[in-house]
């Protein structure tokens, strides 16, 4: 368990002071997260990558204000913004493989303070996300030349250059030990039966948990999801009335008992396994 999980500082953090040196080396690393795409009682898993790269990027376009009944006087960040957003798109559907996972996100933008002012600044707010490390490259720097030279094209001044950052919230890809997954579905399985274990595909959500895997020690890691959604709805949805809300939505909603409970018996036969047989 670590703090900051969702800004990705938590086990970094931990890392950074001293966690495998200030305390035993563990011979793995286990975890337990939710996923609100099973029903509750069941458990996803899957061998190999499972989530992504995550990189937090912040952008701010200066622009030059003015009175949005002469535009000409001004030099809109706001046009400028929904230039760049549009043109980011291109990143994953133009520059990287067609077979290769890579998302593009604004998940923010903020600009202005009255119908008639034109501001002079806009910020966005990108998340991005990817496997390998060539395609996080292509989409770091891409974002960077497209709000640098789209600036330019619109003719805004060379001061009025926009700035990239690259936050320090990077999280990278987790890997699922192969080995250890095997073992650990076979104890899961004993444990809570056929039906509960559910092979589930690779996505683009990101995890910390992935660093305590990628020390000098090079642990095996095994991440599960324990499904969350309660029987009814699983239910209406499978008969096709509605849809199941997504993590992060006001709507999601985990039925608590089975959640934690199946949660709690597949760790625990996990680690059992482990500390009990070679």
Request: net charge negative; glycine share 8%.
């Amino acid at each position: 368990m670590q703090p900051a999980e969702e800004r990705g500082a938590g086990a970094r953090d931990m890392l950074a002071d001293g966690l495998f040196e200030r305390f035993p080396q563990p011979d793995y690393n286990l975890s337990v997260h939710t996923i609100a795409t099973l029903p509750a009682g069941k458990i996803g898993y899957i061998s190999g990558w499972m989530m992504a790269n995550v990189d937090s990027v912040d952008i701010t376009l200066h622009g030059v204000g003015g009175h949005g009944a002469y535009p000409h006087t001004a030099k809109d960040p706001v046009v400028l913004a929904a230039a760049v957003i549009m043109d980011l798109q291109t990143l994953v559907s133009r520059e990287i493989h067609p077979a290769e996972p890579g998302v593009v996100t604004v998940g923010s933008v903020h600009a202005g303070t009255k119908h008639n002012i034109i501001s002079d600044k806009a910020t966005l707010q990108l998340t991005v996300r990817s496997y390998s490390d060539e395609v996080r490259d292509t989409l770091l720097t891409g974002i960077e030349r497209i709000a640098v030279k789209q600036a330019e094209a619109m003719g805004f001044p060379e001061d009025k250059k926009p700035d990239v950052t690259v936050l320090q919230e990077y999280t990278p890809a987790l890997w699922n030990d192969p080995a250890l997954v095997t073992r650990g579905v076979a104890a899961m399985r004993a444990e809570l039966g056929d039906d509960a274990l559910v092979e589930i595909p690779k996505e683009m959500g990101g995890e910390d948990f992935s660093r305590y895997g990628r020390t000098d020690a090079k642990i095996p890691s095994f991440m599960i999801r324990v499904g969350t959604v309660p029987e009814p709805l699983w239910n209406a949805v499978s008969r096709g009335e509605g849809r199941l809300p997504s993590l992060h939505s006001a709507f999601f909603a985990p039925d608590p008992v089975p959640t934690l409970d199946t949660g709690r018996r597949a760790i625990t036969a996990m680690v059992l396994d482990l500390m009990t047989s070679p």
